[in-house]
C-alpha cells in the first residue's frame, strides 16, 4: 500500500501532536530552553566553498554556529564520551545539512577530544550573562590568546592543571546511534507507518519501542558510526521527515 506523502506527513504530525501536547497547559509561559542530541560539523573552508555550509568559521575560534538558535544564544555542548564540556555563544545563524546540529571550529572540537569520524555531541541552552566560561581551557599563553579573541564580553579561563588526567589512552567503547523518527500515541499508529517506511525505503531496522501506556517511539537503528546513518537520515528527510532525532546508546 502507498500513502500519499503529504497524507503521511499530516497524520505523522497530528498523532505526535497527540503524544507530545495533549497535558501541555495553556497557561504556562515558562521559557522552554533549548536542547538536543546529534553530530557537530567540524568546519573546514572546502566545507564553504563548496556550499555545504553558508558561513565562514575560523579555526583557531571559540565560535559555534546554529541553524535556528538566534546570535548571542549562550550553549553548553558536551562530548558524552568523554563528559569534556564547553560553554559557547552562538556567534551567527548559519545554513547548513539538517543532519547536523551544530556547526563548530576545528580548535573547539579539539578541545572538547571529539571523534571527527563520530562527532556526536549533546546541546543544552543555557541563561543568558555576560560571562563566558571555557571550562575544558587550559592555562598556556597561547590558549589564552585563542580565547581573547572569541566575540564575548568577558572570558574565564578555569584551571584544570591541578586535575591532569595522566592516563590518555583512548578509549574503544563502541557507540550504537539510533534516528527517531516520531512519538506516537496508539502502538497501532506507529506499527502502520513502521510497514509504510519499510516498504518506501528497503530499510529493515526500523523498530517500534514502548515509552510509557500512552507513548510510542517509531525508531531506526542500530548504526556503529555516522556514516552507517546517514544514508538513512537523507532516505528519510528525502520522504519529508526534517525533525529526525539523534540518540546514542
Not at 546554529?66 to 549562550?74: F, I, Q, V
Not at 571523534?115 to 592555562?139: G, H, L
Not at 597561547?142 to 590518555?168: F, G
Request: proline letters at 2%; glycine letters at 2%.
Amino acid at each position: 500500500m502507498i500513502f500519499n506523502k503529504k497524507i503521511l506527513i499530516f497524520l505523522l504530525f497530528f498523532l505526535n501532536s497527540c503524544a507530545e501536547y495533549q497535558f501541555k497547559s495553556k497557561t504556562n509561559n515558562e521559557k522552554k530552553y533549548y536542547s538536543s542530541n546529534g553530530f557537530a560539523l567540524i568546519y573546514e573552508e572546502n566545507l564553504f566553498l563548496n556550499k555545504t555550509i553558508n558561513k565562514r568559521i575560523p579555526s583557531d575560534s571559540m565560535i559555534a554556529l546554529h541553524s535556528s538558535l538566534k546570535r548571542n544564544t549562550y550553549i553548553k555542548v558536551i562530548n558524552p564520551v568523554n563528559m569534556k564540556e564547553i560553554e559557547l555563544k552562538i556567534s551567527k545563524t548559519a545554513i547548513f545539512p539538517k543532519i547536523f546540529n551544530l556547526a563548530i571550529s576545528r580548535k573547539v572540537a579539539e578541545m572538547l577530544i571529539l571523534d571527527v569520524d563520530n562527532p556526536y555531541i549533546q546541546i543544552y541552552e543555557v541563561k543568558k550573562n555576560k560571562t563566558f566560561v571555557a571550562k575544558e581551557s587550559n592555562t598556556f599563553n597561547e590558549e589564552k590568546n585563542v580565547a581573547e579573541k572569541a566575540p564575548v564580553e568577558t572570558i574565564e579561563i578555569n584551571d584544570l592543571s591541578k586535575n591532569v588526567i595522566k592516563n590518555k589512552k583512548k578509549t574503544t567503547k563502541k557507540s550504537n546511534f539510533y534516528l527517531i523518527v516520531s512519538d506516537f500515541y496508539y502502538k497501532n499508529s506507529a506499527d502502520r507507518l513502521k510497514i509504510s517506511l519499510t516498504k518506501q525505503t528497503q530499510i529493515s531496522n526500523f523498530d517500534v519501542e514502548k515509552i510509557s501506556d500512552n507513548k510510542f517511539r517509531l525508531g531506526v537503528g542500530p548504526f556503529r558510526n555516522f556514516n552507517a546513518l546517514k544514508s538513512t537520515y537523507i532516505s528519510l528527510n528525502n520522504l519529508g521527515f526534517e525533525d529526525l532525532k539523534i540518540y546514542r546508546k
